[in-house]
């Protein structure tokens, strides 16, 4: 049986993706994320799970980023999930596989800042329905297709801008090459439109 690790940091607004591995006996990660005792415990595990904030460069806890191109080694050697803000970049960039998000609503303010007319309650319906799509998919040889046709079942404008944004890689595609981008000011300048 493959091993599976889940590294999600403790976040009350992203609490809604612990139904992916709640009650799955998967091993979980939710804080102390020491660079060695993490990297010893992608080692050990076949499957890795990396759920919560982030950026183009990796994972977030908090301003602190936890998995980046450091850890690309190891990860190239494991079955992924990515499910950030911007996975997929990192994906790309660094040739991972499995499935992963591009820019991804949550919660009302991204929804502003992307320009996506929603409601409190359409962004929660949207957050449940994706997190049990990808539990009852998870790791399936048809995952992606699967996913995106349970989570399209809604019909909301919150759904139809995440679900273009859902991604798949294979192992052995060949990794993206982007021209430099600088996220930082391309966030900033999205900021100041939104004020």
Known sequence: MK???VI???????DFLKIIYENRG???IHCDFEPNKLRALIQDHDRIIL??????????NGNNTIVDKTFVSLLKEKELVGIWCFAKTFFELHGLAGFHTDMFISEKPEAMLMGVNATEQEIEQSN???SKAVRNS???PECFERIKK???????????????RLNFRNPGDPKIQHNHIDYGSLLKEMI????
Do not use: I
Request: proline share 4%.
């Open 8 to 14: 999600h940091p403790n976040d009350p607004t992203t």
């Open 150 to 164: 349970s989570y399209g079942k809604l019909t909301s404008a919150v759904v139809r801008y995440n679900l273009v």
């Open 26 to 28: 998967f091993s979980e």
């Open 3 to 5: 091993k599976t690790l």
């Open 138 to 140: 998870l790791f399936h």
């Open 128 to 130: 449940v329905a994706f």
């Open 51 to 60: 759920l919560g904030h982030g950026f183009h460069h990796g994972l977030l």
């Open 192 to 195: 100041e439109n939104f004020k």
